[in-house]
């Protein structure tokens, strides 16, 4: 059931509040469909740094009384979804290091390209690691640094780093925030009565009644310090490169993402697409919870009634236990069920937001035609995927991307449909508002940085001759 992408991961950041643990918690728990394989977080207190990391979501690892036990009025918090390093409580994050700088706490979002050649370079120099996380790497170039200061030492290391990192880093006294400076992943600024707050998504300030203050910037280093601001630049990379992808897929409807509403992008992305690939029918049907707000924007365009005609179980898991006797598409029905009074004789169209594999979408349509649907039209609020992904997103090699292997025909007879359209890319880039400022590689593989490119960074002190 999920051929879908995957994000890798939240951060949350909050500075001098009395209930800093308990909001950090919070949260992550507004970010969870960012990351459900692990989530953690470090308190400051007196000095000290107080981590606690376990695997699972939000809620399974924290209880009352872990959160009692992180004191201190500083926080960070990471819900993970790997892209790099494996899934176990070794790489769960805010990875936390002691060095001659003194305890610090890291949490990343994101993906950085090149370190494994620099992770061998200082394994033989005699680095140890923790963890399988290109996260760490960061923290070593930090303690080899030579400058006294942590904060011109971090703008030297994070200028090295090719790839994406939307990041926050605490250390007993203080909080950064930063971004890369290509801007691929979300980071944003909130304020909570005189606390400030830092989070991947606006969503987590709005469960803790913070306001959205603005969007830390591509290419900044945000310093908090004793309630006070100090900002930072990175060599400017000449373009932003935001993931587009947040706004199709990843990121909540009711969260601002690069300043822009997701709400809105999605709404516009099912009314363009009703602009595009208009079809006579009786019902638009979304795949939820993916496909619904693209379906209320093809609806209200297309004039076309919208029906929640497919059910989602919400309490089922990652995994579940089926009968030893098959049944058909057992893994879509535990999640989805159709009501078929909504369905039977009717023309329907489908919508969702992308196809990656195509074996849940041939499911689903089965799913709908098993339900009496007289003729299910595909429709697909985003361009076919046909690259993956290097800057913090879990996707499936080319080969297994169907788009990449299958014409627009072969892939509407994988998928049983009676016609299939997507959404094209100049639609999509009108519908978010692009301006040049997007990255899309996944749609037409124009890399923002190739991920076989060789490396043109500055020297930096830990790779010096």
Known sequence: MDDKFHDECAVFAIADHSEAANHAYLGLLAQQHRGQESAGIVSSHEGSLHPYRGMGKVFDVFTSQIIDSLPGRSAIG??????????????????????????????????????DKLRRRLEAEGAIFNSTSDTEVIQHLLARSPKDDLTEALRDVLAFMRGAFSLVLMTPDRIYAARDPLGFRPLALGRLEESWVVASETSAFDLISAEYHRDIEPGEILLIQEGELASYRLPPAGRHAHCIFEHVYFARPDSLVFGRSVNTSRHEMGRQLAREAPVPADVVVPVPDSGVTAAIGYAQESGIPLHMALIRNHYVGRTFIEPKQSIRNFGVKVKLNPVPELLEGKRVILIDDSIVRGTTSRKIVEMVRGAGAAEVHFRISSPPTISPCHYGIDTPTKEELIAANKSLGEIRDHVAADSLKYLSLDGLRRSVNAQGNFCSACFDESYPIPPDHPTHQPRLFALED
Do not use: E, F, K, V
């Open 78 to 115: 990471h819900a993970r979804y790997s892209t790099a390093g494996a899934s176990n409580l070794a790489n769960a994050q805010p990875i936390l290091t002691d060095s001659w700088r003194g305890p610090m706490a890291l949490g990343h979002n994101g993906n950085l390209l090149g370190t």
